[in-house]
């Protein structure tokens, strides 16, 4: 099983070497969307309760959330294009396990959007964020629970559609919706009571709550719903294992079924 899930992971990492476009697009585009929305937002935004952060500052860990969210999700269109191509119909009659597939596929990923935020994070000291060396592990395990988590749900509905159309409608009625509701984009104090429960019911709250927390650590985060940083890092661990739960039985019961 390892070396059909080692040979999947290189496969991710060299497609995306091999696509100069995908590159380009995954360094600037975050980039982009940070310094636009934080200097669009700059004079305008306030935390709730007072408090001396711009939003470039606030939406620093929203941004890195956003790189793991798309990352990890759209390295997992290629599971629609190889069935479109064959490629996956003949992988699924080779004799490997089902669960190395996913776990190679999901290796890949994961890394990618880790490599990705992990770029991005050195940017952190421009609006004053150094983490701490135990700030750095909160940030490196949310993130590795977040792109695990994402990359699994995007593996998921892959694998259920046909079309690349289809996916990406998918994910967009899912993603953005899950990004905004995060935290990433304003934070819970501010909105009204019904919108901050959808907030609380996201798994992807936790995630950027943790990350947050990270960025801060050992001092309090200007805005984490008042949740301790062991609590938002294991509900977003929690969500990443049942993910990854989610995406076996997905591609077990496919396959009982084709049989």
Excluded: C
Excluded at 62 to 88: K, N, P, W
Excluded at 172 to 194: K, Q, R, T, Y
């Amino acid at each position: 099983m390892y070396r059909v899930v080692r040979a999947l992971w290189q496969r991710e990492i060299q497609k995306f070497l091999r696509d100069r476009a995908r590159i380009v697009g995954a360094l600037v585009q975050p980039l982009a969307f940070w310094v636009l929305l934080g200097l669009g937002f700059y004079d305008s935004f306030q935390m709730p309760g007072g408090g001396d952060v711009s939003y470039l500052e606030y939406l620093f860990p929203g941004i890195v959330a956003l790189i793991l969210l798309f990352t990890a999700i759209f390295s997992t269109i290629y599971i629609v294009e190889e069935r479109q191509t064959g490629l996956l119909q003949a992988a699924l009659v080779a004799p490997v396990s089902r669960l190395s597939i996913v776990l190679g596929n999901l290796a890949g990923g994961v890394t990618l959007a880790l490599a990705e935020a992990l770029l991005f994070l050195l940017l952190a000291p421009l609006v004053g964020l150094t983490p701490s060396v135990v700030g750095l592990l909160v940030i490196v395990l949310a993130s590795v629970s977040m792109a695990t988590a994402f990359t699994a749900l995007g593996f998921t509905i892959a694998w259920r559609l046909d079309t690349t159309r289809g996916f990406h409608a998918i994910m967009n009625l899912v993603l953005l919706p899950m990004w905004i509701l995060s935290g990433a984009f304003f934070p819970p104090e501010g909105v009204p009571m019904a919108v901050r429960w959808v907030m609380y019911l996201n798994p992807a709250f936790y995630g950027v709550a943790a990350l947050r927390d990270g960025l801060y650590l050992p001092d309090a985060a200007p805005s984490a719903a008042g949740l301790p940083t062991s609590l938002a890092l294991g509900l977003s661990v929690a969500f990443a294992a049942a993910m990854v739960g989610l995406a076996v039985w997905t591609v077990q019961r496919r396959s009982t079924v084709a049989a």
